[in-house]
């Protein structure tokens, strides 16, 4: 069973490395600011007797993730980890700019080169998760949910994957496209054919969508439909092919092609941008697949998508029934800052720089994997 599993039946109240299975070299100090190191030696040799809270904020509003990592990570690797005091918000939790989301009480020398580690886990997960939340609010803005699926394999480096995954999904993304991004929250990958399958049967879609259903039958039927740029033309033609069998077609089309229903019907044109996926092009769709009797069908779009363009279809009540959303959601926007505050009980901080108690804080009891 994962982890997730047991955390969402209330056996653990936090995943732990089991689930982030962390570098070991993390406990050498590899991934840590020098300077971190370097005072971590000063201290231990100085000043071994102190005792310090750390605390973290950031200065957006944002929904909160990475804390559960964050806590793993000091549990994992920080000396004596039994010994420090840790406070925290939740993974999903609503934050306010300049809000305490967690704190670290103990000796200096146990965690310190650990903060920029913390700090970088909290701004990439926060940071994805915020944007996956923003866009699933987006795809609402009409008064009806539309799905997302996280499909940011190509947008970063794939180790990235599994941690951007569970962000997205606790953003709200319940569909992503490689089994990595679902591994920490235990589902698998979803997708249906890429434009290398239609190019292998030499840009008929009938052809490759008909391969693709014999080889997964169990599979939810969705042609990809742009490959030839003729949108309308490919999806009645594999429409009037697979009836009832095709549950949707999705559109891909680059930002710098304009679909060739358009060069056919040019008098439409000169009021609007007629390049890639555009609301006019998907009225237009869903006009010719419910003229035909696919009422059916849905469409899914992807390509580009931001929060403030599916906001944009939304209010316009374009006929979208699925975003596929990318590169926009990995955009690292949100950064946190972590800050000694007590020094041996007494407050001690930099200029600007104070403790801020927050009665959302949870104290944090030890656990390891």
Same mark, same amino acid.
């Given at each position: 069973?994962?982890?997730?599993?047991? =955390?969402? %039946?209330?056996?653990?109240?936090? +995943? $732990?490395?089991?689930?982030?299975?962390?570098?070991?070299?993390?406990? &050498? #100090?590899?991934?840590?600011?020098?300077?971190?190191?370097?005072?971590?030696?000063?201290?231990?040799?100085?000043?071994?007797?102190?005792?310090?809270?750390?605390?973290?904020?950031?200065?957006?509003?944002?929904?909160?993730?990475?804390?559960?990592?964050?806590?793993?990570?000091?549990?994992?690797?920080?000396?004596?980890?039994?010994?420090?005091?840790?406070?925290?918000?939740?993974?999903?939790? =609503?934050? %306010?700019?300049?809000?305490?989301? +967690? $704190?670290?009480?103990?000796?200096?020398?146990?965690?310190?080169?650990? &903060? #920029?580690?913390?700090?970088?886990?909290?701004?990439?997960?926060?940071?994805?998760?915020?944007?996956?939340?923003?866009?699933?609010?987006?795809?609402?803005?009409?008064?009806?949910?539309?799905?997302?699926?996280?499909?940011?394999?190509?947008?970063?480096?794939?180790?990235?994957?599994?941690?951007?995954?569970?962000?997205?999904?606790?953003?709200?993304?319940?569909?992503?496209?490689?089994?990595?991004?679902?591994?920490?929250?235990?589902?698998?990958?979803?997708?249906?054919?890429?434009?290398?399958?239609?190019?292998?049967?030499? #840009?008929?879609?009938?052809?490759?969508?008909?391969?693709?259903?014999?080889?997964?039958?169990?599979?939810?039927?969705?042609?990809?439909?742009?490959?030839?740029?003729?949108?309308?033309?490919?999806?009645?033609?594999?429409?009037?092919?697979?009836?009832?069998?095709?549950?949707?077609?999705?559109?891909?089309?680059?930002?710098?092609?304009?679909?060739?229903?358009?060069?056919?019907?040019?008098?439409?044109?000169?009021?609007?941008?007629?390049?890639?996926?555009?609301?006019?092009?998907?009225?237009?769709?869903?006009?010719?697949?419910?003229?035909?009797?696919?009422?059916?069908?849905?469409?899914?779009?992807?390509?580009?998508?931001?929060?403030?363009?599916?906001?944009?279809?939304?209010?316009?009540?374009?006929?979208?029934?699925?975003?596929?959303?990318?590169?926009?959601?990995?955009?690292?926007?949100?950064?946190?800052?972590?800050?000694?505050?007590?020094?041996?009980?007494?407050?001690?901080?930099?200029?600007?720089?104070?403790?801020?108690?927050?009665?959302?804080?949870?104290?944090?009891?030890?656990?390891?994997?």
């Amino acid at each position: 069973m994962k982890e997730i599993e047991r =955390k969402l %039946n209330g056996e653990i109240s936090r +995943l $732990t490395n089991k689930t982030f299975k962390f570098d070991e070299r993390v406990a &050498e #100090g590899w991934f840590s600011a020098v300077y971190f190191l370097k005072t971590r030696d000063i201290v231990e040799k100085h000043l071994p007797d102190n005792k310090v809270t750390m605390q973290f904020f950031q200065k957006s509003e944002a929904v909160l993730c990475g804390t559960d990592e964050a806590i793993a990570l000091i549990h994992t690797f920080a000396d004596h980890p039994e010994e420090l005091e840790i406070h925290s918000l939740k993974d999903g939790d =609503k934050i %306010n700019p300049y809000e305490t989301v +967690l $704190t670290i009480t103990g000796p200096y020398q146990y965690f310190g080169f650990l &903060e #920029g580690i913390i700090d970088g886990i909290l701004a990439r997960r926060t940071s994805v998760a915020t944007n996956v939340y923003n866009v699933v609010k987006a795809a609402r803005s009409s008064g009806r949910q539309k799905p997302i699926i996280f499909m940011g394999d190509r947008d970063d480096h794939f180790t990235q994957q599994s941690g951007d995954g569970y962000a997205a999904f606790i953003g709200g993304s319940t569909a992503q496209a490689t089994h990595a991004m679902n591994e920490w929250w235990g589902k698998e990958g979803m997708g249906t054919m890429p434009h290398a399958l239609i190019q292998m049967f030499k #840009g008929d879609v009938v052809a490759a969508t008909k391969a693709y259903q014999d080889q997964f039958p169990k599979d939810q039927l969705i042609a990809l439909v742009d490959y030839n740029n003729d949108v309308i033309t490919d999806s009645l033609k594999v429409a009037r092919e697979f009836g009832d069998q095709l549950k949707g077609v999705r559109v891909d089309t680059s930002r710098n092609l304009v679909d060739k229903y358009f060069l056919r019907n040019q008098h439409l044109m000169g009021t609007f941008d007629p390049r890639g996926v555009n609301p006019e092009l998907i009225f237009a769709l869903r006009r010719a697949l419910d003229e035909e009797g696919f009422k059916h069908v849905k469409i899914v779009v992807s390509g580009g998508f931001t929060e403030d363009r599916i906001r944009s279809f939304e209010q316009n009540k374009v006929p979208v029934d699925l975003y596929g959303v990318g590169g926009s959601l990995l955009k690292i926007g949100i950064g946190f800052t972590g800050d000694n505050v007590f020094i041996d009980g007494e407050p001690e901080a930099k200029e600007g720089r104070r403790y801020k108690p927050n009665p959302r804080l949870e104290y944090v009891e030890y656990q390891i994997d």
